[in-house]
């Protein structure tokens, strides 16, 4: 019989590290450019991982590396049409926030205010000059 004994030890495993776990086939179908989204973020999250992890234990954010990376792996648009921003499709903004989400719940809440309300109310309702 297996059993779990209180205070018992599990071995050690990163919590940034993506299982990949599949087990129906979901995201066999992904269309290419959907699927190169995914792998974008998940870019994001291998270069900003350790960073998250220092931040959580020192109570700061590293916003500024965590931005730039963002807007250097172009996952910020959550499918807003704009010029000079690549188009997600709504699957590709759901697996980019997925996977940055997967990384640290801070990533996907910031993509999905910049890159979402602050980027679609400014493509939508801004002046040309805000655009």
Avoid: C, N
Avoid at 23 to 50: K, N
Avoid at 66 to 87: C, F, K, Y
């Amino acid at each position: 019989m297996d059993t779990h004994l209180p205070g018992e030890r599990t071995p050690s495993y990163s919590v940034t590290t993506p299982l990949d776990t599949d087990y129906y086939a979901l995201f066999d179908d992904i269309s290419d450019s959907d699927r190169d989204a995914w792998h974008r973020a998940r870019a994001v999250v291998d270069e900003v991982a350790e960073d998250l992890l220092t931040a959580w234990e020192t109570a700061e954010y590293p916003h500024k590396r965590v931005l730039e990376s963002l807007g250097r792996h172009d996952v910020m648009s959550d499918g807003v049409d704009h010029e000079g921003i690549t188009r997600l499709s709504p699957l590709a903004a759901g697996l980019v926030v997925m996977e940055l989400s997967r990384g640290d719940g801070s990533l996907g809440t910031i993509q999905a205010v910049q890159g979402g309300l602050a980027l679609r109310t400014l493509a939508l309702y801004g002046s040309d000059e805000q655009k």
